[in-house]
């Protein structure tokens, strides 16, 4: 890895064979709980889970368990999917209770299955677990397209004797840029390509 990732914004990466849709639940996309992106998030979002199922790729969306008393704690209305899933298409909803989409969830015995090897991942937190899925995809060597516009975070408020707030695209910024240089980030969603494994 580099020690300046140069993070080419390529604008047309060769196709993914899947996607992965990281925590779209509603308690982070709807109401006053929303990222502040939320509804360009979801039209992106929304365009590349259609385009992914119209080429017969492999539509993955993550969710995330809260704890007791947070807004995603299971079996809340925050914490359900947003976006509906296709299940007679073989979409499949992963559970998960830690930022790592990964870990524990089976993701890499079901992509591995499927002959996956090129995905994009787009979602919320961008910093978190964007950031953490997107990260364990790329060292277990699957080529990993991120669009810059269908992934978002919060605004980080300020710290006192640290730094002032930190704007949300901010943010969503450094996330891309903290994963090196083999993550391929592409400007626009409707430049990622999909194809069956």
Request: glycine share 8%; hydrophobic share 45%.
């Amino acid at each position: 890895m580099s020690e300046q990732p140069a993070h080419p914004a390529t604008s047309a990466p060769k196709p993914v064979q899947a996607l992965i849709v990281v925590d779209m639940q509603s308690a982070f996309v709807t109401g006053d709980g929303a990222v502040p992106e939320a509804a360009r998030v979801l039209d992106r979002t929304r365009d590349l889970i259609a385009r992914a199922r119209a080429a017969g790729a492999l539509v993955i969306q993550l969710q995330n368990d809260g704890e007791a008393g947070a807004v995603d704690e299971p079996g809340t209305p925050g914490w359900r999917i947003h976006l509906p899933v296709d299940a007679d298409r073989g979409e499949r909803v992963l559970r998960k209770t830690v930022d790592d989409g990964f870990e524990e969830t089976g993701l890499a015995r079901l992509l591995t299955d499927a002959g996956v090897r090129d995905l994009a991942v787009c979602g919320v937190q961008s910093e978190m677990c964007v950031l953490a899925t997107a990260r364990t995809a790329l060292e277990l060597d699957f080529r990993v397209v991120l669009p810059h516009d269908a992934h978002a975070t919060y605004d980080i408020p300020a710290a006192e004797g640290i730094s002032e707030a930190v704007p949300a695209a901010m943010a969503s910024r450094v996330a891309e840029w903290a994963l090196g240089d083999e993550v391929e980030i592409v400007a626009r969603a409707r430049d990622v390509a999909f194809t069956k494994p």
